[in-house]
């Protein structure tokens, strides 16, 4: 059983940036994702990487505003959230998968789950 410790949430304005960080320990895990969710909705997929980092895949609404990246060196992934916005509020999940696949998008694909991190974006 491995271990995913986020960091880095907070209050923010609107318009403004936040890296979020999430270091792994216990296990080797091969894809790394973000989920997210709102008070009063369901989790949604944010963004996630592979385990060489060179595929990415980001939900629409923060395509150009987000970036995930990855320390394999440092067992590290992060979220570079730039010009948030109020709906970008809710608790960020770190999620780690186990065993390799091409779904980087799905919940099933992740076998642990950090304890999620709080980001206020204020308008």
């Known amino acids: 059983q491995g271990q995913l410790v986020e960091s880095g949430g907070g209050l923010v304005q609107a318009g403004g940036s936040l890296t979020l960080s999430c270091a792994a320990t216990g296990r080797t895990f091969y894809n790394y994702a973000w989920f997210r969710q709102a008070q009063g909705k369901e989790r949604e997929f944010v963004a996630a990487i592979s385990w060489s980092g060179s595929n990415t895949v980001y939900q629409h609404s923060v395509k150009g505003r987000f970036t995930i990246s990855r320390d394999n060196a440092k067992n590290t992934v992060y979220l570079q959230m730039n010009s948030l916005l109020s709906e970008d509020t809710a608790v960020y999940y770190c999620?780690?998968?186990?065993?390799?696949?091409?779904?980087?998008?799905?919940?099933?694909?992740?076998?642990?789950w950090g304890q999620g991190t709080q980001v206020t974006v204020s308008s």
């Open positions: 999620a780690a998968g186990a065993f390799t696949t091409v779904l980087l998008n799905t919940r099933a694909s992740y076998t642990d």
